[in-house]
């Protein structure tokens, strides 16, 4: 397993401001993804990081809003631009130690944003 | 398209069994993934399903039917911290860590 560090661990925040959430692992990873899990919703992904260039995003989502930086194979942040009270959820950091068929998802513990 | 689904909540006494159905639709399928999510927490991994059939771990047990698009997770000797949420996922052929996760299933564990 790993340990991944995600901060801030919780935020309320104005709407038309930003917030940038990093995640930190313990060891170098080749995967690294961003979800999110708005309240009694499955979790969604966002994007994937890619180390050297840039993220992957899926349908729904852009970089204008959710830009993405990782810039070696530990570490990545999610910005939330713009923000608005539909933005208000919880944003967690994914990590896939194998890139390797069943090898699984493990989380950082997330960051829930208020957005008033 | 895809799709996953499983139940909103489901209630059971300390002690007892519960199961937790999950039905797919996907192409490519390429396993399924049972997490299991307390209040306020990270999701942690259960187990993994590849092949039809069952795979136990302790109290755990997980059970998948390609042909059905169906899985199950079984909680037996239900204990009070077992009160949480559980997410079934799949991921297909095209990338092995794009998961698709269902809404989560509430157990809630009463005395």
């Known amino acids: 397993s790993a340990v991944i560090s995600q901060k801030p661990s919780r935020d309320i925040c104005q709407r038309g401001t930003s917030l940038t959430i990093q995640c930190q692992v313990d060891s170098q990873v080749t995967m690294m993804f961003w979800y999110r899990q708005q309240p009694g919703q499955s979790l969604t992904l966002i994007a994937t990081a890619n180390q050297g260039s840039e993220a992957t995003y899926e349908s729904g989502f852009v970089i204008d809003k959710f830009p993405i930086s990782r810039p070696n194979l530990t570490f990545s942040t999610l910005t939330v631009s713009n923000m608005s009270p539909e933005d208000s959820s919880i944003y967690l950091c994914s990590v896939q130690l194998e890139g390797r068929r069943g090898s699984p998802l493990h989380f950082g513990n997330g960051t829930r944003l208020t957005v008033t | ?111």
């Open chain 2, 1 to 111: 398209g895809q799709n996953i689904d499983q139940p909103t909540e489901m209630t059971a006494t300390e002690g007892a069994i519960v199961q937790i159905n999950c039905t797919y639709q996907t192409s490519g399928f390429n396993g399924l993934f049972w997490y299991q999510q307390h209040a306020g927490e990270a999701p942690t991994f259960l187990s993994y399903n590849v092949l039809d059939g069952l795979e136990e771990k302790g109290r755990f047990s997980s059970f998948l039917s390609r042909s059905k698009g169906y899985s199950y997770l079984l909680l037996k000797e239900l204990q009070m911290k077992d009160s949480a949420s559980y997410l079934c996922a799949f991921v297909t052929t095209d990338s092995w860590g794009k998961f698709q996760f269902g809404a989560g299933t509430q157990v809630v564990v009463t005395p």
